[in-house]
């Protein structure tokens, strides 16, 4: 029996979030002007008060939902992970957890990763879709044919539960695989609100600037495994982490893979820790004899 610590990515963000933590507890207070300084502007100012559009922005809402989580974290009794894993983003919220990175080193790496993404996705007119109701083979059959036929790039990126994968691509590859999707026999394709093609080859120009930012940090061995989104399988070596981190830009997050595989690795228990409940819905799911709550 295993007890694992799960930490959301982008689109948990929330008006208000860690406002309640700030107020009563000294430790996260302290942390969130920490965080402040870093940043060079209130960021927390922005988390608490807010407009959901402010929260939007990637530059603002990766560094809020990892300080949300980080924070949370730090003022848990008794947190002690045998493993450990993060969405996307949440992936760095899982390493300064099982003291990989250090809370400073974690918000700067997030910082570079925001900045940078904003950046690709500035370059190329990209977007994301959530396909419902597909079996992850068709998904990936019909963008092949995408690509292969109207040469638009289009790919798997989120595998969250059975039943719910988000693509990722071109303005255009994204219309053409809505239509195709549904015709394919998926309930429900529909373009979410982001600005770019997270977790594929469009991501590519933000590579660099990660790559580099996480060879000047120091990485430290965990105190457990950290399932990356990039493998789905347990990491403990520091420099296969760095690589995993830096190639989850333009890789799928594998999220079903990974909690299969760590319930296969004897977890029993989740702890979603962070803002909102995303990712306890998504591993009820994925594998319902398990327990998934929030922090």
Not at 187 to 200: D, E, M, Q, T, Y
Request: overall charge negative.
């Amino acid at each position: 029996m295993k007890h694992a610590y799960v930490f959301p990515g982008q689109g948990a963000q929330f008006s208000g979030m860690g406002k309640e933590l700030y107020e009563t507890n000294s430790q996260a207070k302290e942390l969130f002007e920490k965080a402040n300084e870093i940043a060079q502007f209130r960021i927390s100012d922005i988390m608490f008060t807010g407009s959901d559009e402010d929260l939007k922005q990637t530059r603002v809402t990766q560094p809020a939902v990892f300080l949300h989580s980080v924070i949370q974290y730090r003022t848990l009794e008794n947190a002690r992970p045998d493993m450990v894993a993060g969405h996307s983003l949440g992936e760095f919220s899982a390493l300064v957890a099982n003291n990989t990175l250090s809370f400073e080193d974690g918000l700067k790496l997030v910082m570079v990763r925001a900045k940078a993404m904003q950046y690709a996705c500035e370059l190329n007119p990209s977007s994301m879709a959530a396909v419902l109701g597909l079996e992850d083979a068709k998904v990936e059959e019909v963008c092949k044919a995408i690509r292969d036929e109207a040469g638009e790039i289009v790919v798997p990126a989120n595998y969250n539960c059975p039943g719910q994968l988000v693509i990722s691509g071109s303005t255009k590859g994204i219309e053409i695989a809505i239509v195709k999707m549904k015709e394919a026999g998926a309930k429900r394709a529909l373009p979410l609100p982001v600005g770019g093609a997270f977790h594929s080859p469009l991501m590519e120009p933000a590579k660099n600037e990660l790559a580099a930012a996480i060879a000047a940090a120091v990485f430290n061995p965990p105190a457990c495994p950290i399932y990356q989104n990039f493998t789905a399988k347990p990491v403990t070596d520091p420099e296969v982490i760095k690589k995993n981190l830096v190639d989850q830009l333009t890789g799928a997050v594998r999220w079903t893979q990974s909690v299969q595989q760590m319930i296969e690795d004897g977890a029993t228990r989740f702890t979603e820790v962070g803002p909102g409940k995303v990712l306890q819905g998504l591993i009820g799911k994925i594998d319902k004899t398990v327990t998934a709550v929030s922090a």
